[in-house]
């Protein structure tokens, strides 16, 4: 039994090896396999088909409502029966009133077949062609900002698994050259060079650095879960990612000026653009509301009905009912136009309305003005940023250069008897820990670069050569 159970096990784990797939993603790539996979994003993307379908069709409000239907019926009282009874049945009724009244005069059955249809126009048409398309440039630019907002936290993720993984490499590192200095004091200890005391101290700090690598490789693993989910992988896919990004990152290093970046881009921003669209459907619903309530409405109706009888079994003089055994048809058409009266009247409903629309109008102007401003501080805020990390990279550079001198130093110290373990590692934990630094000093740049992109609705390259056409014109 466990045997069996040990060959479906391995079964299972090598079905799942594979079909999973391995990715060898660039940042470019990681975001071209995120726009087409996510599924928030896909959300997105059938909400912007709901509105592009109301604006390519607005214009079927045109089209007249028709209507058909086929009807047959019997009444438990025929015409001429229910004459009689009427006539039977009143006070000052005589014999030979009610003998005039023919015993049946028409079917017990009629089948009928109608058709209808209306047409109506109203100020509010015209109006809501512009509601609409102002709905559409509203869902457009919410899936725009979708997709950039998407592509800045693949990008970011990406360098937050580069530095992720950076610190798990460095921790194993350390691992194996405490488990070498562990291995060098055992063979010292057997060789009576050393007492236990040493041997007892590596094997310590050999062991401190076990649970920092479980832990590292814990949130390393966990990111990049998340990750794939983010792409619209599988759990079981395999992702290899590039390292040298982080070097890249910075390459066009132009100088950036706070004041004219806001000036240029600022109304370019998607969360802008997002208010004014809204400014915009917002002031088109107002005049639909208005259009709806005050302004004619033209209808045109048009039916026709034809109706023939169908001869029941009660029908005592076949030749008096032969008549209804043809069609009888019948229609109708129509012409109006109404005007409301009642919108004339200040106070009404259709003016409370559209003053509770104006207010939204007004409030939405204020956030719009606000906005501007939070946006004016951002983008200045992140040229500051940018221009700290700079500086802290050249810094971290440097003190990288200087851990590596000093750790070749005591590393050469240590093989030869004149530097104390304790001492040795503490050189090469800070040699880590200034190799990381400078790994995160780049991540933070990158990052804020992709901050800054996002803010102004720009890639760096855009603004570079926008920059040098000012110059050259």
Do not use: H
Not at 140 to 154: P, Q
Not at 194 to 204: E, H, I, M, R, S
Not at 213 to 235: P, V
Not at 435 to 453: I, P
Request: charged content about 20%; overall charge negative.
């Amino acid at each position: 039994m466990k045997k069996t159970f040990f060959l479906l096990t391995l079964i299972c784990f090598s079905l799942q090896a594979f079909s999973a797939e391995t990715y060898r993603l660039s940042l470019e790539e990681a975001v071209e396999i995120a726009l087409k996979n996510n599924l928030d994003l896909k959300t997105s993307e059938i909400a912007l088909r709901t509105k592009q379908r109301n604006k390519r069709q607005v214009y079927n409000q045109l089209m007249p409502s028709l209507s058909t239907g086929v009807t047959l019926s019997r009444s438990n009282l025929n015409p001429g029966e229910s004459m009689r009874k009427m006539f039977s049945s009143g006070s000052g009724s005589s014999n030979g009133a009610t003998s005039m009244i023919p015993s049946s005069v028409y079917p017990d059955w009629t089948a009928s077949f109608q058709v209808n249809g209306t047409f109506s126009l109203n100020g509010s048409f015209f109006t809501a062609i512009e509601t609409v398309q102002n709905d559409y440039i509203a869902g457009l630019i919410t899936y725009e900002d979708a997709k950039a907002t998407l592509s800045k936290n693949i990008k970011q993720a990406y360098f937050d698994l580069i530095y992720l993984g950076e610190n798990v490499n460095l921790i194993r590192e350390s691992l194996e050259m405490a488990e070498k200095r562990y291995q060098q004091a055992q063979r010292n200890y057997n060789s009576g060079l050393v007492p236990d005391v040493d041997l007892l101290q590596a094997q310590v700090s050999m062991e401190n650095v076990r649970p920092q690598l479980l832990q590292a490789q814990n949130t390393y693993d966990t990111s990049l879960l998340q990750f794939k989910i983010n792409l619209g992988l599988n759990i079981e896919d395999i992702i290899e990612l590039d390292d040298s990004v982080l070097d890249a990152a910075d390459a066009l290093q132009i100088e950036l000026d706070a004041t004219n970046l806001s000036n240029q881009y600022l109304n370019d921003r998607y969360d802008i653009q997002s208010i004014r669209a809204n400014i915009d459907l917002l002031q088109a619903n107002k005049k639909s509301t208005m259009a709806a309530a005050m302004s004619p409405t033209f209808s045109v109706s048009a039916g026709y009905l034809p109706r023939i009888g169908v001869f029941g079994s009660d029908v005592a003089d076949a030749d008096k009912n032969a008549q209804y055994k043809d069609w009888l048809d019948s229609g109708s058409f129509s012409i109006s136009l109404s005007i409301p009266i009642d919108t004339l009247i200040p106070g009404t409903r259709t003016y409370t309305q559209a003053a509770e629309i104006q207010d939204s109008i007004d409030s939405m102007k204020v956030t719009l003005e606000n906005a501007i401003r939070l946006a004016d501080l951002e983008i200045r805020s992140l040229v500051m940023n940018i221009d700290n990390a700079r500086e802290q990279l050249e810094v971290l550079q440097s003190s990288v250069t200087l851990a590596e001198t000093v750790y070749q130093r005591y590393s050469d110290g240590y093989r030869l008897g004149t530097v104390e373990i304790l001492d040795f590692e503490n050189v090469e934990n800070q040699l880590n820990q200034a190799r990381l630094n400078l790994v995160s000093g780049k991540v933070t740049l990158a990052k804020a670069l992709m901050d800054l992109e996002y803010a102004l609705n720009r890639s760096l390259s855009e603004i570079r050569e926008n920059d040098i056409e000012e110059i050259e014109q």
